[in-house]
């Protein structure tokens, strides 16, 4: 496959452009989500997704209406993310239970229920159910135009409310006793970072699937630490990084199907880019850091 097709061939375009916002907007995002520890509840989030878009989609499609809208469907998912990270904070505040004993539970636990909503549909006859099982490894050749126009407004719109409020963001990270007393609202501006993180590993549940969405935010970002210690350089060099591992990974995938190897899904060949550039990554720092010892 000539690497030019992806810009001339219009599924192949709507699939770049697909999987680079994604990669963009969750690389983004991806060091914030590191520097709080908070990579478990990005897994429970994209697991818990997967109920509240195959909801939505049955809910929908028994009424005739069309199941596949994009935008109910990330609707869906926004709000059993939402619900998921409440029943989180629920646990963790009222119980003696840990936060990752309490998130390890809600994410098996959605994921479950997902998973026996797919098998319903899949072995009933429900219109417009066919590819539906994409979203368990993702598909970046399904994505339509409307696919990519709510990625760009959502992933966007996410990016500049997290530039906007960046300073505060940045102070209730780092340096929570001091947020507070400097008149810093806490809980609206954590909430804001939840918001976020729900809101972007929603729209990439579609391209990289639930499965491996938590390493689309992650991996990047892992990545880009071993080459920066300031936080807006960490940012924009992960970002970077999931941009360039999209448009890679989203190639690979396409140009396997065209070979005997046969077809790869998107998901996990954006997700191998990644760890590779991961691992690269974390060698160079540790051969730097070895020279810089011995001389």
């Avoid at 797919?118 to 598909?139: E, F, T, V």
């Avoid at 966007?156 to 507070?180: T, Y």
């Avoid at 990084?241 to 448009?247: W, Y």
């Avoid at 690979?252 to 996990?268: H, K, L, Q």
Wanted: charged share 10%; glycine share 10%.
């Amino acid at each position: 496959m000539n690497p030019f097709d992806l810009l001339t061939d219009y599924t192949y375009t709507q699939a770049l452009l697909g999987t680079v916002i994604i990669g963009v907007c969750a690389g983004a995002l991806g060091p914030l989500v590191l520097v709080q520890r908070q990579a478990l509840i990005a897994d429970a989030i994209a697991h818990s997704s997967l109920l509240g878009l195959l909801g939505v989609f049955l809910i929908v499609a028994t009424f005739g209406f069309d199941g596949r809208n994009p935008l109910l469907l990330i609707a869906g998912s926004i709000l059993t993310g939402l619900i998921a990270v409440a029943i989180i904070s629920v646990i963790t505040d009222r119980t003696v239970i840990h936060r990752d004993a309490a998130m390890a539970a809600t994410l098996t636990t959605f994921f479950s229920l997902g998973m026996l909503l797919l098998q319903y549909i899949s072995r009933n006859p429900i219109p417009g159910k066919a590819g539906i099982q994409d979203y368990l490894l993702g598909n970046a050749s399904t994505l339509t135009r409307a696919d990519v126009k709510s990625a760009l407004v959502i992933g966007g719109g996410v990016l500049l409310i997290l530039s906007l409020v960046h300073l505060k963001q940045s102070a209730v990270v780092f340096d929570a006793p001091f947020a507070q007393p400097a008149g810093i609202i806490l809980n609206i501006v954590r909430s804001l970072g939840f918001i976020a993180l729900v809101a972007i590993t929603v729209i990439g549940v579609k391209v990289v699937g639930v499965v491996l969405m938590v390493a689309v935010v992650i991996a990047p970002a892992v990545a880009a630490r071993q080459w920066t210690n300031r936080l807006i350089p960490f940012i924009a060099c992960s970002g970077a990084i999931g941009g360039l591992s999209a448009v890679l990974g989203t190639y690979f995938s396409i140009a396997a199907g065209e070979t005997a190897v046969g077809s790869i899904p998107t998901g996990p060949a954006i997700v191998l880019v990644q760890g590779l550039i991961a691992a690269a990554s974390l060698t160079a720092k540790k051969v730097r850091s070895t020279h810089v010892f011995s001389s």
